[in-house]
């Protein structure tokens, strides 16, 4: 177990783990977008 398998390892955890985050992120954001579009409709539709 070298220093350098060490962090190497540790680099593509922390590369995985934004990778991940960033997905959860755009997928949370677009769910929140379609939201938003469908009540700005029913108040459009309201108008």
């Known amino acids: ?3 350098l ?4 390892l540790m680099i593509t955890f922390i590369i995985l783990l934004m ?3 960033t997905i959860l ?7 929140m ?3 938003v579009k469908l ?3 029913k ?3 309201k108008w």
Request: net charge positive; aromatic share 30%.
């Open 5 to 8: 398998w060490w962090t190497t």
């Open 25 to 31: 992120y755009f997928n949370y954001y677009t769910k």
């Open 39 to 41: 009540i700005v409709n």
């Open 1 to 3: 177990m070298s220093p």
């Open 33 to 35: 977008d379609s939201k």
């Open 19 to 21: 990778f991940v985050m």
């Open 43 to 45: 108040i459009n539709w």
